[in-house]
């Protein structure tokens, strides 16, 4: 019989914390208090502590908290800001929505992640910002980055919507920048259970200013600072995510030993490029990520053997119609670009089981033979 294995299914940590959750279910209902409450507080202080930064601020999911940490440093229209050629797109759109100008920069081609080198090459009289992505959940190479930022006096804003709990030299990434953004999506490495995301900074006067931009601009009830948004991390989803975080690094080294297991297979394959994690990083697989000319047809032969795979990302954002006036032709970003069409991200998820690895492999293996 035709095994079906799924790309990715939060069946088995809901599994996990299906107690605490349903007996937090039955105190959020007799509560009845959803904005801005006692659960909220107590997340921010718990993700805070766990980056060991001082201050977290819950907003309503990881766009906005990147729009708010650039509104925040008063980025904006003539800025431009460094941000990676094969990120989500959300990376590039939170600099578009305000108004500044997204400046693309080609990944390592193993890493995936951008380095030092590549963002020199861009830096201009109108940079202000760097956005570093920790890519699939393997933390950049951050020494570099920093260095190369306090030269051009240039912030850096973290992106680590999808790393949660990786580390960089033993320091968690969402710790380095003046402010980092995060999303909670359900299957990032820490999901919530609908939308969500926070920012993470030792800067009081930059938390308490984000505070407000995500609160209609307001610190005190019908009293208005400046011209807010609503974007708050709402009581259902911290309480959750409060759950969750007692768990991140245990689901999360249960993700690193199965991309151990693919890499130790995959490796021996002509054709295959599997992930590289250098020293001073770690990588919390929330995509374990292969290379591959034949991706297509690799992809193919997965899903006829009832395995389940995907693309992170098939277009890149300056193919994107959203980016035509960016004006980067097809060849502009010949790395993010090959990336594209060669990478095939492998089924991955906290209660996977290592047969399941192995027959992956094991149809892999046939393919290339
Ligand atoms: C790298 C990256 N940045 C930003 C985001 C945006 O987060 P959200 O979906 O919560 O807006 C995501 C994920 O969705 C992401 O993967």
Redesign the pocket.
């Known amino acids: 019989m035709l095994k079906t294995i799924p790309f990715f299914t939060l069946r088995f940590q809901n599994k996990d914390i299906e107690k605490e959750i349903f007996s937090f279910y039955k105190e959020l209902h007799a509560d009845a208090w959803y904005v801005l409450g006692k659960r909220v507080s107590q997340f921010e202080k718990e993700y805070a502590a766990y980056h060991s930064v001082k201050e977290c601020i819950g907003v309503g ?6 729009i708010l940490t650039l509104r925040a440093l008063h980025i904006g229209k003539d800025d431009e800001v460094i941000v990676p050629a094969n ?2 797109i ?2 590039v759109l ?1 600099v578009s929505q305000v108004g500044a100008t997204p400046i693309l920069v080609e990944p390592d081609p193993k890493s995936f992640n951008i380095t030092a080198e590549g963002i020199q090459r861009k830096i201009t009289s109108k940079t202000k910002a760097i956005i570093p ?1 920790h ?1 699939y959940g393997l933390s950049c190479e951050m020494d570099g980055i920093i260095s190369v930022a306090k030269k051009a006096n240039l912030f850096i804003i973290e ?1 680590n ?2 790393a949660h709990g990786a580390t960089y030299k033993n320091k968690k990434t969402g710790s380095f920048g003046i402010v980092n ?1 995060t ?3 359900p299957v ?1 490495p820490l999901g919530a259970y609908g ?3 926070a920012i993470t900074t030792n800067d009081d006067a930059l938390a308490k200013q984000i505070r407000l931009l995500g609160n209609y601009g307001s610190a005190e009830k019908y009293y208005y600072e400046t011209i807010g948004v609503n974007s708050r991390l709402d009581e259902i989803q911290a309480g959750i995510l409060s759950i969750k975080l007692n768990y991140l690094d245990r689901w999360n080294a249960e993700r690193i030993e199965l991309a151990a297991l693919y890499s130790n297979v995959l490796k021996n394959i002509d054709g295959i490029q599997t992930p590289i994690i250098s020293a001073d990083c770690t990588h919390v697989f929330h995509q374990y990520v292969i290379q591959t000319e034949k991706r297509n047809s690799l992809q193919d032969h997965l899903l006829k053997a009832g395995i389940q795979t995907a693309i992170h990302y098939p277009v890149p954002p300056h193919l994107q119609k959203a980016y035509d006036f960016l004006n980067l032709k097809k060849g502009s970003l010949p790395i993010a670009e090959k990336l594209a069409e060669t990478i095939l991200s492998l089924p991955i998820y906290t209660g996977m089981k290592r047969e399941e690895v192995e027959y992956v492999c094991e149809v892999i293996r046939t393919f290339y033979a």
């Open positions: 999911n990881g766009l906005d908290a990147l990120s989500f959300a990376t939170a992505v890519l992106d919507a999808q953004a999303s909670f999506y990032k939308d969500g995301g």
